[in-house]
């Protein structure tokens, strides 16, 4: 069974910085990687995405300020968040795409909050 499973989140002034981890277990072969969030009363939204090939992709909002990268294990991703702002707060959550059936697959979420 494929389990993501994020890390990380938590409450932050606004300035400061987070660092969000994400494990993907179940022996599946992902192909894209990427983090979403949610904020309270909005749709869920891409944050940044690192495809199987090509370069990373950004939403406008975090460019600049967002790190999005992969771990030495294949199946391991990262969320480097500096100068957050209180318009970060969101749920954020893993998601992955199995490189074989294109299923997508989502982690719990977690909670980022800045207080500003």
């Known amino acids: 069974q494929v389990q993501l499973v994020e890390s990380g989140g938590g409450l932050v002034q606004a300035g400061e910085s987070l660092r969000l981890s994400c494990v993907a277990s179940g022996g599946i072969a992902l192909a894209a990687m990427g983090w979403y969030r949610q904020a309270p009363g909005r749709q869920r939204e891409l944050v940044a995405l690192i495809p199987s090939v090509g370069d990373k992709v950004y939403s406008e909002s975090v460019k600049g300020r967002f790190t999005a990268s992969k771990g030495n294990a294949k199946n391991t991703l990262y969320l480097q968040m500096n100068s957050l702002n209180a318009e970060d707060t969101a749920v954020y959550y893993c998601?992955?795409?199995?490189?074989?059936?294109?299923?997508?697959?989502w982690g719990q979420g977690t909670q980022v909050t800045v207080s500003s």
């Open positions: 998601n992955g795409r199995a490189l074989i059936t294109g299923r997508q697959y």
